[in-house]
């Protein structure tokens, strides 16, 4: 069993920047992809990225070429970069490991973070 807890979130401005991260605890996270997944109120769950275990990166074509993700396997961290926020961000961010990256199938992650709240708003 993995548990996962996000920080980073908060209330920034539009064309802002926020740093999201993701601490795993329990079992090992080898062969695991980390994602990140967001949900908006009244809104479905929204693949934003996925890191797989050759650091291949994917993600949302609402987020690419604004949003980074990256990870540190040594302390068992992955981390998500956000630059040029826009009010369309908001949302609670989930971090999730699975065995495969699919950010339109958020069934197929096997662990999930609490969420954390990201506000953008002027």
């Known amino acids: 069993h993995v548990q996962l807890v996000e920080s980073g979130g908060g209330l920034v401005q539009p064309g802002g920047s926020l740093r999201l991260s993701c601490a795993a605890s329990?079992?090992?996270?080898?062969?695991?992809?980390m994602s990140w997944f967001r949900q908006a109120p009244g809104k479905e769950r929204e693949g934003v990225s996925c890191?797989?275990?050759?650091?291949?990166?994917f993600y949302g074509d609402s987020v690419k070429g604004r949003f980074t993700t990256s990870r540190d396997n040594a302390k068992r961290t992955f981390h998500l970069q956000m630059n040029n926020l826009k009010p369309e961000d908001t949302a609670v961010y989930y971090c999730?490991?699975?065995?495969?990256?699919?950010?339109?199938?958020?069934?197929?992650?096997?662990?999930w973070g609490q969420g954390t709240q990201v506000t953008v708003s002027s």
């Open positions: 890191i797989g275990t050759y650091d291949d990166k």
């Open positions: 329990g079992d090992t996270l080898d062969g695991y992809v």
């Open positions: 999730a490991v699975g065995l495969f990256c699919g950010l339109r199938s958020p069934s197929g992650y096997d662990f």
